[in-house]
């Protein structure tokens, strides 16, 4: 695994954005951003804005559920980049509690990185597919969790096709 490659990849701003663009548009429109990919770690922003608005005056759910699912899958692409044999992820069930209207910059942190990474190493050596629930909780700018996230991702070998 190149997973430094990945990490240099998502950690600078401008490939980051270039990313978002080109794979995944909707939030680089809603302006997600990554404050930081590590092994173990990974941390998201959405702002309060007028694309990410709701008419209560606070994030929309959809943009909290975006940059809170971005936390989760990027441990799960780092851990899968340039793996052989290659590895699929799939959000197969999400849960979701929100606490507190997000106002402001929302702070979504996933410390899943290590579980993530052994089921996709079970994913490897078993053959079969495996299923983790990674967790990430978001935070406004006071420190004040507004919303948790439970996202589960089946992994599994990609089959070879010829």
């Not at 849960?95 to 996709?120: E, M, P, R, W």
Request: charged share 15%; aromatic share 10%.
């Amino acid at each position: 695994m190149n997973t430094n490659k990945f990490q240099k990849l998502i950690n600078n701003k401008f490939l980051f954005r270039l990313y978002l663009l080109k794979k995944l548009p909707l939030a680089f429109i809603a302006g997600l951003r990554v404050k930081e990919l590590s092994n173990e770690q990974a941390i998201v922003t959405v702002k309060y804005g007028w694309l990410t608005q709701n008419p209560f005056q606070s994030i929309y759910f959809a943009c909290l559920s975006m940059a809170a699912e971005m936390s989760t899958g990027l441990l799960a692409l780092n851990a899968i980049y340039g793996s052989q044999p290659p590895v699929s992820m799939l959000i197969i069930k999400n849960q979701a509690l929100y606490h507190k209207k997000a106002v402001g910059t929302i702070t979504f942190v996933c410390s899943d990185g290590k579980l993530l990474n052994d089921a996709i190493n079970k994913a490897k050596i078993s053959g079969e597919s495996m299923q983790v629930d990674a967790s990430t909780i978001g935070t406004d700018q006071e420190g004040v969790i507004v919303a948790e996230f439970t996202f589960t991702w089946s992994l599994k070998v990609k089959n070879k096709t010829y």
